[in-house]
């Protein structure tokens, strides 16, 4: 049966985000304030380098948690609390299982989103992350329940996400800095959407046998 591997899910994340960050930029500089992109390249960058050295020996769940905190203590921007809280919560919910299958990426999913709405208590419409995130983690539950090869669960949770990325913008941002550009916000691309799209992607480069 097919795991995820946490390193190589930050790996995959931080080498996606790099090539993206500009277009990241561009669209945090429409609605916010440009430092999308950077902040987590800063973020993922430290993730990765953290694993590299302290993650020998350690079972998924607190290699989650790991990263989480690292992302929280290098991300100045609300998105570094948003993904850390999100990788904490997910961490937790892996436990001290040893490999991450699907049934247990799709309750750490869950347990990512959980923690996310109740740090930025966004819904669905408020044109954020949760755009993204809500419609691949429930894409991701029903493929791993049909039985579905964790690839293409994770493949469907992808295009779910792009989906909810793309439906952000004839959005009125309603959380975030966003918000404060009223009907201003309509007609962009949310870039925590969009870059929810690339980290879930990277899941799907991250499946070991
Ligand atoms: P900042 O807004 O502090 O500059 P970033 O630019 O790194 O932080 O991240 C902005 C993204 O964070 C937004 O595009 C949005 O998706 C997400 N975000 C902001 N506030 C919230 C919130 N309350 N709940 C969920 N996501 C949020
Ligand atoms: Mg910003």
Do not use: C
């Not at 949760?130 to 991701?140: E, G, N, S």
């Amino acid at each position: 049966m097919s795991t995820v591997s946490v390193n190589a899910w930050m790996q995959a994340a931080f080498a996606v985000i790099t090539a993206e960050a500009d277009h990241l930029t561009r669209l945090d500089s429409a609605i916010g304030d440009g430092d999308h992109g950077l902040n987590l390249k800063r973020g993922f960058q430290a993730v990765v380098a953290k694993l590299a050295t302290d993650s020998d020996g350690l079972p998924p769940g607190r290699r989650l948690i790991l990263a989480g905190k690292t992302l929280v203590s290098t991300v100045g921007g609300a998105s570094g609390p948003l993904w850390g809280t999100a990788l904490r919560r997910a961490g937790r919910s892996v436990g001290d299982a040893e490999t991450l299958d699907g049934p247990a990426l799709a309750d750490a999913l869950d347990a990512a989103l959980a923690g996310v709405v109740e740090l930025g208590s966004a819904e669905v419409g408020d044109k954020t992350m949760v755009d993204a995130l809500t419609p691949a983690t429930h894409a991701l539950r029903a493929a791993v329940e049909a039985g579905k090869p964790l690839a293409d669960a994770l493949s469907a949770a992808a295009e779910a996400a792009a989906e909810g990325a793309r439906s952000t913008v004839p959005m009125q941002a309603r959380k975030g800095r966003a918000s404060y550009l009223g009907e201003r916000s309509i007609g962009h691309e949310d870039p925590g959407a969009a870059s929810t799209v690339l980290l879930i992607a990277a899941l799907g480069r991250a499946l070991e046998d």
